[in-house]
């Protein structure tokens, strides 16, 4: 069964270095999305991305994040300077034109 | 308005019962509620789903019951078995070509022999 995969499982990082998380997305899938959830709390939509660009946003994502799809397959999330409050798991999901959204294993981001 | 609010934060359950966990929502430009089922250190993983016009959807031993005029949404897991001990999450797609869910803050399912 196809699934969406996240690399890496688990990125430690210093406040202020930039990160930059992967996300191969279901092959015929054209929807791209990241969430992030903070340690026991909701999971929480981050972007959408779609035919090369970004369709929705929240207020999360602000400056210090950017979306990339740089190749057929790979779809990225870029934290510029990454703070404290960053550390949460990020989730990638992709869907199809039905919407249904389809979850990768997450990677966990740890910021000191 | 963009929220979904999800009760009961945790539930215990003998195995063999029944779990029902409950989401309210007040955005009615919501038009698809799906369920999410996370295990500890996975993704949340697609259950079942339901658009807001049927009123009950039944998939095996899950169930959702939609109440459109009340604005409310359930989950029924019948004949509860220890394998479904796991985080559950509502969550609803604002509609008018938004793909944004927007997720309930999860109930902690433990289901005991």
């Known amino acids: 069964e196809p699934e969406v995969t996240q690399t890496p499982s688990h990125q430690v990082t210093q406040m202020g270095q930039e990160v930059i998380l992967r996300c191969v997305p279901i092959?015929?899938?054209?929807?791209f999305y990241w969430y992030r959830q903070i340690l026991g709390q909701k999971v929480e939509f981050l972007v959408s991305?779609?035919?090369?660009?970004?369709?929705?946003k929240s207020e999360i994502f602000d400056d210090q994040f950017s979306v990339e799809r740089p190749d057929g397959s790979n779809f990225t999330l870029k934290i510029r300077s990454t703070k404290l409050e960053d550390s949460a798991m990020y989730f990638c999901?992709?869907?199809?034109?039905?919407?249904?959204?389809?979850f990768g294993p997450g990677t966990r981001l740890t910021v000191l | 308005q963009q929220q979904v609010k999800q009760s009961p934060q945790s539930l215990i359950v003998q195995k063999g019962g029944i779990s029902i966990i409950n989401c309210a929502y007040e955005?009615?430009?919501?038009?698809?509620f799906p369920w999410y089922q996370q295990f500890p250190g996975k993704g949340p993983a697609l259950l079942i789903a339901?658009?807001?016009?049927?009123s009950e959807k039944k998939e095996g031993r899950f169930t959702i019951s939609f109440n459109k005029s009340a604005k409310q949404f359930s989950l029924h897991i019948m004949d509860s078995q220890p394998g479904d001990s796991a985080t559950y999450f509502c969550?609803?797609?604002?509609?008018?070509?938004?793909?944004?869910?927007?997720f309930g803050k999860g109930t902690k399912l433990s289901v005991i022999p």
């Open positions: 999901a992709s869907s199809g034109q039905g919407g249904t959204q389809y």
């Open positions: 092959s015929n899938h054209l929807y």
């Open positions: 991305f779609y035919n090369n660009e970004i369709s929705e």
């Open positions: 955005n009615t430009a919501f038009d698809y």
């Open positions: 339901i658009r807001p016009d049927v």
């Open positions: 969550a609803a797609k604002a509609g008018a070509g938004s793909y944004q869910l927007t």
